[in-house]
């Protein structure tokens, strides 16, 4: 079944709108709704960059695809942007999401997880920012990421470099470092790897630096790799194929250190309701990670 709609002046095909993408009983009718109501908060994060989507046709619980070549199928005014691979070995065209239709024509794919490079589609070379993905190994928890994000805040702090936080929506956290000042992905990883392997120096029994999964039980991995060129990281706003739709959400210090004291999960949950809530009261708590200039220092 097909239902047309306009979205600012473009008529918008919407197929199986009813089927259900989520064991929560989410439908594809509420991942659309979501995204439509956080379009003007989500946007600027995704503007001129190059998106992966992660389709799950048959929901969350089915066979899922990273998608990097925009559909031939898409509609005209869908923008993409044609990037060399990493390897220099052939151009891709990624879509490139610059206004609510073609977010919701991306919806529709039931592409429910958005993808970002840290880099612009102009600039592919050079990262606007550095992110850390801390991820744990159970039986830790999003908790002991909590409380290691405080001190891997301070650490930055101490280089002068600050961060922000948000949720993966799933079991991590990750920490955001904008930089807007063309440091090339050499320069990033180079730093990211050299920091992360001191703070697991500093912390062996609690975080480990090697990607090697035998060594992650019971501990924090703190991944650095994803400051590549040819990596992304899940969008800040983004949904998250999970039982049900939790969102990758940006949250404060304050309520970082709050969980970690209280040793309560549920204040780093977020589904996308509480998401459209927290907008409407908070704004957009990652709007300064656009913007905000801060160069690399020498470690």
């Known amino acids: 079944m097909t239902t047309t709609v306009q979205v600012d002046r473009r008529k918008l095909n919407l197929t199986n709108v009813d089927k259900v993408l989520y064991p929560s009983g989410h439908t594809k009718a509420d991942v659309i709704r979501y995204y439509n ?5 989500i946007l600027p994060h995704l503007k001129n960059r190059h998106l992966t989507l992660k389709r799950y046709p048959d929901g969350t619980t089915a066979e899922a695809f990273f998608e990097k070549q925009c559909p031939a199928h898409r509609p005209p005014w869908v923008k993409t942007a044609g990037v060399l691979t990493s390897r220099r070995e052939r151009t891709i065209d990624f879509c490139v999401v610059q206004d609510k239709p073609s977010l919701l024509w991306v919806a529709n794919l039931a592409a429910l997880e958005l993808h970002a490079p840290l880099a612009l589609a102009s600039d592919p070379d050079h990262a606007t920012c550095m992110v850390f993905d801390l991820d744990p ?3 830790a928890d999003i908790i002991d990421c909590a409380r290691l994000a405080l001190d891997f805040r301070d650490i930055l702090e101490e280089l002068k470099l600050v961060s922000f936080p948000k949720t993966s929506g799933g079991k991590g956290l990750h920490l955001w470092i904008p930089l807007n000042t063309k440091p090339t992905f050499d320069d990033t990883k180079t730093f ?3 920091l ?9 029994r609690q975080v480990t630096a090697v990607m090697t999964k035998s060594l992650r039980p019971g501990k924090v991995f703190v991944d650095w790799s994803q400051n590549d060129r040819g990596k992304t990281t899940v969008a800040p ?3 998250r194929a999970k039982d049900s739709p939790t969102v990758s959400t940006p949250v404060s210090w304050d309520e970082v250190e709050k969980a970690a004291k209280r040793r309560d999960r549920k204040l780093l949950h977020f589904e996308y309701e509480d998401v459209l809530a927290r907008v ?11 913007k905000m200039k801060q160069k690399l220092p020498n470690l």
């Not at 992360?196 to 062996?204: M, S, V």
């Not at 409407?280 to 656009?290: K, N, Q, R, T, Y």
Request: proline content about 15%; glycine content about 6%.
């Open 237 to 239: 706003y983004s949904l």
């Open 196 to 204: 992360a392997t001191l703070f697991a120096k500093r912390n062996p």
């Open 192 to 194: 990211a790897n050299a």
């Open 280 to 290: 409407e009261e908070l704004g957009d708590l990652f709007a300064p990670v656009l």
């Open 137 to 139: 190994g159970p039986p």
């Open 37 to 41: 109501e956080i379009a003007p908060i």
